[in-house]
């Protein structure tokens, strides 16, 4: 099974390559306090229609190059659009399961 990530593009500076920022939260196991925690992936991107801050699912493929092992599925949705941070999380957790 091929894992499928939800993140914000970070930067789209190298050629048809975006960084993405996927962020989890989990609960300590010790503290009980939830915990956010970032890494940020090489997503391989042939289209050059992302822009940073957009919202992507990327997937897990063979590797690409040094660092890049996944590509670019879909954009889910525009940062800097008229849908509220609420809304885009709502949508993002609706794909997310």
């Given at each position: 099974m091929k894992k499928s990530l939800i993140g914000q593009i970070v930067s789209t500076k190298m050629q048809k390559t975006?960084?993405?920022k996927v962020e989890r939260k989990f609960r300590h196991p010790f503290y009980k306090k939830v915990i956010k925690r970032h890494?940020?992936?090489k997503a391989h991107n042939e289209k050059?229609?992302?822009r940073e801050g957009d919202w992507?699912?990327?997937v897990e493929t063979r590797p690409i190059s040094k660092e890049k092992h996944?590509?670019?599925e879909g954009k889910i949705s525009d940062d800097k659009s008229d849908i509220s941070k609420s809304e885009q999380k709502n949508k993002i957790e609706k794909i997310k399961s």
């Open positions: 975006v960084v993405v890494k940020k992936y050059f229609d992302l992507v699912k990327i996944f590509i670019v």
